[in-house]
C-alpha cells in the first residue's frame, strides 16, 4: 500500500477537523492546544512514507484525546504486518504472556521483563501507552499488541524476555496462523458441571440454572440486535428462581439499547439509563467570539457565556431520554448480582449503571474499563476508519465513570493461579454474594 501526501495529510484534517467540533469532552481536556497539535503532527504525517508508521502517527494523535471510544483502527490489509502471535495480560502487578505459540507452551502466563532489551515499564510507557488509550492498567494490555510491533519495526525479531526463557518472534510473521496455546476462552467453576441448561447461544447468550435454584445470566456482547428477543424467549424458564446472575465479564459493550432491553428486566416502567451529554455548536457565537478576547468575557452574562463555551467547545446539553421496553414478558423482582471485569465497556457499562446505580444489582468482579459514548465514526485513506466520542455517559447522580471505570461493590481479585486453573473466581464470589442475599 502507498499513500500519497494529499491522503496521508487528508486523513490527519479529518481526524484533528471531526474532533475539533465533536469531540464530547473537551470540557475536561483545556490543557490540550489540539490545533498546535494538529501543526505538529502534520510535519510527521508528511515526511512518513511507511503506511504502517503512518497509522501509528494518527494513533498517536488521536490518543491525545485520552479517551476509550476515540480511537483509529487500521485497515485490514495492513494487520497482518502488525499481527503478533501472542497476547498480554495484567494479573498481580505483574505483565504476563496470556497466549504464545503452540511450539512455546511453557511459556503460557511467563512473566515478561523485557522487549528488545528495554525493561518492560519503559516499554509500555514508550511503544504501547500512546498508541492504545486506557487508564487502568488490566485492561490495557488486552489491545495493546500494536506497541509490540511498532516498538521493534526495524531489522530482526522480537525478543520478548520472560522469567521462564525468551519468546522469539520473526518480524511479519503475523499472527493469525499460528497455532496457539492459551487459556480458556471460559473459566468455569467446579459446580457448572451440575448446572441445568435453558439456553445456549455461542458468543452472544447462555442461561444455566443451578442446583439450588438461581439463575446464572451470560450476556457476550450487547452488539447483536437478536439479544433482546433471545432473553426474552428464554427468561420463563428461569423467572421462578430464587435470584439471578448476570455475566458481562469480558463484554465490551454493542448497543445501549440492547443493555436496557436487558436491565427492563429488573424494573418496572420507564427507567433512567443514566445521564447523558452531547456538544452543542452554534456558528453565530463562534463567529462573534474571533473578534473577542475570551478571557475578558463576563461568563455571568448569558450570551457572553455562550460565545465563551462556543469557542472553547464547552458547551454540552442534556439529551437523556427515558427507557422501556413494553414487550418485556416478565418483571423480576428477585435478588440480583451483576459481574464485571476490566473488559467490561461501553453499553455494558451502561447497564451496570442501570443495575447498580439504581440500586438495584450487587455488582461483583473487578472495576470496569471505563468508556462509553456514541463515537462519530468516518473513513480513513487506505481503508482504515477513526471514532470520536461524542457523547459525555454519567450515572444518574452525576458520577464520572471515563477513564475511572464503575467500582464494584465487592471487589475480587483474580490470581495467576486462577489463570492455570481455568478458574473464574468472579462467578463464584458472585454466586456466593447472591445466596447470603436470597
Not at 478458574?423 to 454474594?433: H, K, P, V
Amino acid at each position: 500500500m502507498r499513500l500519497a501526501v494529499s491522503d496521508r495529510v487528508a486523513g490527519l484534517s479529518k481526524i484533528w477537523s471531526d474532533a475539533k467540533y465533536n469531540f464530547a469532552y473537551w470540557h475536561t481536556r483545556q490543557g490540550l492546544d489540539w490545533d498546535k497539535a494538529y501543526l505538529e503532527f502534520l510535519e510527521m504525517v508528511i515526511r512518513e512514507e511507511d503506511p504502517l508508521r503512518y497509522y501509528a502517527l494518527l494513533m498517536r494523535f488521536i490518543n491525545l484525546l485520552g479517551n476509550g471510544h476515540t480511537y483509529v483502527t487500521m485497515p485490514e490489509t495492513l494487520r497482518p504486518e502488525y499481527a503478533v502471535p501472542f497476547y498480554t495480560t495484567f494479573v498481580e502487578g505483574k505483565h504476563r504472556l496470556s497466549a504464545v505459540p503452540e511450539h512455546c507452551a511453557d511459556l503460557l502466563y511467563a512473566e515478561i521483563q523485557a522487549v528488545d532489551g528495554l525493561s518492560i515499564d519503559n516499554y509500555v510507557e514508550k511503544y504501547i501507552a500512546p498508541y492504545v488509550y486506557c487508564r487502568n492498567p488490566k485492561g490495557r494490555f488486552y489491545y495493546g499488541a500494536l506497541g509490540y510491533v511498532i516498538g521493534c519495526c526495524g531489522e530482526g525479531a522480537i525478543q520478548v524476555a520472560t522469567d521462564q526463557g525468551v519468546l522469539t518472534v520473526e518480524k511479519g510473521a503475523g499472527g493469525k496462523n499460528e497455532k496457539m496455546a492459551e487459556h480458556p476462552a471460559r473459566f468455569t467453576i467446579g459446580e457448572a458441571g451440575e448446572w441445568v441448561r435453558v439456553c445456549q447461544y455461542d458468543d452472544l447468550l447462555s442461561i444455566y440454572k443451578t442446583g439450588d435454584n438461581l439463575a446464572v445470566i451470560r450476556i457476550a456482547t450487547f452488539a447483536d440486535g437478536a439479544l433482546p428477543s433471545l432473553l426474552y424467549q428464554h427468561i420463563p424458564a428461569v423467572q421462578d428462581c430464587r435470584g439471578f446472575v448476570l455475566d458481562v465479564t469480558g463484554n465490551s459493550g454493542g448497543s445501549s439499547c440492547n443493555a436496557s432491553a436487558a436491565a427492563q428486566l429488573f424494573f418496572e416502567g420507564p427507567f433512567s439509563e443514566g445521564r447523558i451529554w452531547t456538544r452543542q455548536h452554534l456558528a453565530e457565537p463562534q463567529a462573534s467570539g474571533s473578534y473577542r478576547d475570551l478571557a475578558t468575557l463576563d461568563r455571568s452574562a448569558p450570551r457572553e457565556n455562550r460565545i465563551y463555551e462556543t469557542c472553547r467547545g464547552i458547551s454540552l446539553i442534556d439529551v437523556t431520554e427515558p427507557a422501556q421496553y413494553p414487550g418485556c414478558p416478565v418483571f423480576l423482582p428477585q435478588p440480583a448480582v451483576v459481574l464485571a471485569d476490566r473488559l467490561t465497556a461501553s453499553a455494558a457499562e451502561s447497564f451496570l449503571i442501570n443495575m447498580k446505580h439504581r440500586g438495584r444489582a450487587v455488582l461483583v468482579g473487578e472495576r470496569s474499563y471505563g468508556s462509553n459514548g456514541m463515537p462519530l465514526s468516518g473513513q480513513l485513506p487506505g481503508g482504515g476508519r477513526y471514532a470520536v466520542c461524542t457523547q459525555v455517559c454519567l450515572a444518574e447522580d452525576g458520577t464520572v465513570y471515563e477513564n475511572v471505570g464503575i467500582p464494584p461493590d465487592k471487589e475480587v481479585a483474580v490470581t495467576m493461579q486462577d489463570y492455570r486453573n481455568g478458574y473464574d473466581r468472579i462467578l463464584a464470589e458472585g454466586l456466593e454474594t447472591l445466596r447470603k442475599l436470597c
